[in-house]
């Protein structure tokens, strides 16, 4: 069950990197139809005006869907036959198939809107929501079955919830900056009608903010006491966001170069790993302790020996 739910985290990030190199060699409709490639054809046909590269990559992409529904649907096989059967662990198996349909929907609209801006940034964003679940998947895979026992005060878990939500701010923002930017998936696709500048500003704001937040916890922490496996967690999650964030820097101050923008989106991916990781990290769900099996009481034929004595 773990391998699999470990299995899910990458093949839901990963589908999102591959969508992004999709974007960046304006191959967002090389398959202008959906389901369909092209109008009666399921896979790229030769056309005059829609190059065989870009049909390929776009094609390419939409198989990787048939990878992330297979191992969704392996996730909740192993979850239905996991004894004693855990309602979490199901549940969060569930998410898997179902947000890989909803994904596939959010697809087609992306492709029938022409790449609307708002269309891709969803599309985005529900794969970084699948990416959080598969790791709560993948905590749940080696949970008990006893209720949740918090590690560290409700004060820091707050503040870790709190961290959350800014983390999910700044990821819409990063999508609003792509939306206005260069690489739309198609030259003819409009852009969301923003000045880049003053988004990548909001963009910016909002990674610092979210360091702050970050600063406090790791002091929330220590004051705490918290686990030492908590620790490693939370100090990974500030190596990558520091990554993620001089990256950032480094692709707006080069023009915004491709390599570097499916970069920056594996990027995004990992910070959301490592968030759920951490949130993950606060509570534990031990397996529930055997009930010692009460003392038999005295045979009868030794109880009544017992009266008569009396």
């Known amino acids: ?42 896979v790229p046909v030769a056309h005059p005006e829609v190059a065989a590269l870009r049909q390929w990559v776009e094609f390419s992409n939409r198989l990787l869907t048939f990878v992330v529904v297979f191992v969704a649907g392996l996730c909740l096989l192993a979850a239905l036959n996991t004894r004693p059967r855990r309602r979490r662990l199901t549940l969060l198996a569930a998410a898997m198939p179902i947000g890989v349909v909803a994904q596939a929907v959010i697809g087609g609209i992306t492709v029938l809107t022409g790449l609307a801006w708002w269309t891709v940034s969803v599309h985005f964003l529900a794969s970084m929501v699948l990416v959080w679940l598969a790791v709560q998947l993948v905590a749940a895979s080696t949970e008990g079955t006893g209720p949740a026992r918090p590690l560290v005060p409700s004060a820091v878990r707050s503040l870790v919830a709190v961290s959350t939500v800014v983390l999910g701010a700044l990821l819409i923002a990063g999508t609003l900056v792509t939306s206005a930017g260069p690489h739309a998936g198609d030259a003819a696709t409009p852009r969301l009608a923003l000045g880049v500048p003053g988004l990548a500003q909001l963009h910016a704001d909002l990674l610092f903010a979210y360091l702050g937040l970050l600063v406090g916890l790791g002091f929330a922490l220590r004051t705490a006491d918290a686990p030492a496996a908590l620790r490693r967690r939370y100090a990974l999650l500030v190596a990558v966001v ?30 959301t790993v490592a968030a759920a990781a951490l949130w993950a990290g606060t509570v534990e769900r031990p397996r529930e302790e055997q009930v010692p099996a009460a003392p038999a009481g005295p045979a009868p034929e030794l109880a009544d020996a017992a009266a008569d004595r009396a």
Do not use: N
Not at 10 to 35: D, E, K, N, Y
């Open 1 to 42: 069950m773990r391998r699999l739910a470990i299995a899910a985290v990458i093949a839901q990030a990963g589908i999102a990197v591959t969508g992004s190199v999709v974007r960046v060699t304006g191959s967002g409709l090389g398959c202008p139809t959906w389901p369909q490639c092209f109008p009666g054809s399921l």
């Open 242 to 271: 520091l990554a993620q964030g001089a990256l950032g820097g480094i692709q707006y101050a080069l023009g915004v170069p491709e390599v570097l923008v499916s970069l920056h989106v594996l990027g995004a991916g990992l910070v």
